[in-house]
């Protein structure tokens, strides 16, 4: 494990040198990288940041599922921390506070060397205020009350981890029933904006087995692979 004060980004760390089962921590980052090219932002100490490189030992059918299983896990630890946590298609770490949701965490998933090994990057808001969140419907976990030690988070992160690589590879249906159970994203009506600039608007009716969001849209049933969801309204 590396454990550094300050990093740009902790997966630009790991990705310069990815050696399996390495983990590296910061602090802070001063150039936090967050998904769809957006960066993340977060003072000081104020939240967990850090990037685990992992060989999913998968087939390449299974990559996309690792960005999943990284939001199973993230969920699964936010449950022991004593939160109710769902995940907004792919892996948006959502914390049920009163009766909205808002991000807590969010990862970002990295293919780096040949064979490839997987950067698993993951922050999540842990003591931030409500003046240092990053964007409006986003929370802490202490804003929501729960008071957790980011060591504890950390080691509970990193078992939820194992498991769910693990499931992922041994048993491809047991994970993807884990995954859709902590989606809130299935059966809402969405906004999704796709790479190429269009939107697709219908209800999430699926998560495919290559853990694609299957959109019911004006024209049927689409996947989509890669996209920024918005639900519209609750169920
Ligand atoms: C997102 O919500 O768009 C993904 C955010 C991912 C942030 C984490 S913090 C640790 C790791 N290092 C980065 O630069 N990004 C990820």
């Not at 740009?8 to 910061?26: H, K, M, W």
């Not at 293919?111 to 802490?140: H, K, Q």
Request: charged share 20%; glycine share 10%.
């Amino acid at each position: 494990m590396t454990l550094l004060p300050t990093a740009d980004s902790t997966n630009t760390v790991a990705a310069s040198n990815p050696v399996d089962r390495r983990v590296v921590i910061a602090d802070h980052q001063t150039s936090g990288r967050g998904r769809l090219d957006r960066s993340w932002v977060a003072p000081a100490g104020s939240a967990l940041t850090f990037s685990a490189t992992v060989g999913p030992a998968v087939e390449p059918s299974a990559w996309p599922l690792v960005p999943l299983a990284a939001g199973v896990a993230v969920a699964a630890a936010v449950r022991r921390a004593g939160g109710s946590a769902s995940l907004k298609w792919p892996n948006d770490v959502l914390l049920d506070v009163g009766d909205s949701a808002s991000k807590l965490a969010g990862i970002l998933v990295e293919r780096v060397g040949d064979p490839p090994l997987a950067v698993i990057g993951i922050g999540i808001n842990v003591s931030m205020s409500e003046a240092e969140l990053p964007v409006p419907n986003a929370t802490s976990l202490t804003l929501a009350g729960l008071a957790v030690d980011r060591a504890e988070l950390f080691g509970w992160v990193l078992e939820e981890l194992d498991a769910a690589l693990e499931l992922m590879r041994s048993d491809r249906t047991a994970f993807l029933e884990s995954y859709r159970r902590a989606c809130s994203t299935l059966g809402r009506d969405v906004n999704v904006s796709l790479p190429d600039g269009s939107t697709l608007t219908g209800t999430a009716q699926s998560i495919d087995e290559g853990g694609r969001l299957v959109v019911d849209g004006p024209e049927g049933a689409r996947p989509v692979g890669v996209g920024d969801v918005v639900h519209v309204r609750p169920v």
